[in-house]
T-cell receptor, first 114, second 114 residues
């Protein structure tokens, strides 16, 4: 069964600090891996998308890494801001026989304190 | 730039009632999706429409029906609501079904069934 596991479940950091969120997956065959940010009461917003051949991708202060061999990804947030407080969701997309069902992780809830 | 618009934002139903959740996108995307998000779980795909005129089941389709009314609109219908369908429902769209382009999400419909 395809699975996406995220850690930690929740994280509290001080404004200005860096943090790293983890994502492990067992989706096969692999198509791409996505990180989304979901603010409270809003829909998810795409941060990065990485294919098998990409091992790092940045979007401003967000940097995602992918190790397709170990099936692990991380999202690093640099110089955190209060507006980074949100849930961060890892999504792994697989393709098999024409069906397309992305597998979502449960998310990491990040709280940034002043 | 409206993006993906969902209506209503909130709804309370009694068990056995029916209702239709509406979704419209203005990005000329071919593919549209319906997800549900429950506490402590990742988003789960209910149905998707790869292109106008086609619909397919996702991971949790039981108890739901969908209609791709035209390229812009994709509705989700609960024929006989059950308490287990209490959830937050998200509609999303993307250029094509299987691609490295992001999905764009609406802000959700919060549905409670008593």
């Amino acid at each position: 069964k395809n699975q996406v596991e995220q850690s930690p479940q929740s994280l509290i950091i001080l404004e200005g600090k860096n943090c790293t969120l983890q994502c492990n997956y067992t989706v096969s065959p692999f198509s791409n891996l996505r990180w989304y940010k979901q603010d409270t009461g809003r829909g998810p917003v795409s941060l990065t998308i990485m294919t098998f051949s990409e091992n790092t991708k940045s979007n401003g202060r967000y940097t995602a890494t992918l190790d397709a061999d170990t099936k692990q990804s991380s999202l690093h947030i640099t110089a955190s801001q209060l507006s980074d407080s949100a849930s961060y969701i890892c999504v792994v997309c697989g393709t098999a026989g024409g069906s397309y069902i992305p597998t979502f992780g449960r998310g990491t809830s990040l709280i940034v304190h002043p | 730039n409206a993006g993906v618009t969902q209506t209503p934002k909130f709804q309370v139903l009694k068990t056995g009632q029916s209702m239709t959740l509406q979704c419209a996108q203005d990005m000329n995307h071919n593919s549209m999706y319906w997800y549900r998000q429950d506490p402590g779980m990742g988003l789960r795909l209910i149905y998707y429409s790869a292109s106008e005129g086609t619909t397919d089941k996702g991971e949790v389709p039981n108890g739901y029906n969908v209609s791709r009314l035209n390229k812009r609109e994709f509705s989700l219908r609960l024929e006989s609501a059950a308490p287990s369908q209490t959830s937050v429902y998200f509609c999303a769209s993307s250029e094509v079904r299987v691609s490295n382009q992001p999905q764009h999400f609406g802000d959700g419909t919060r549905l409670s069934i008593l």
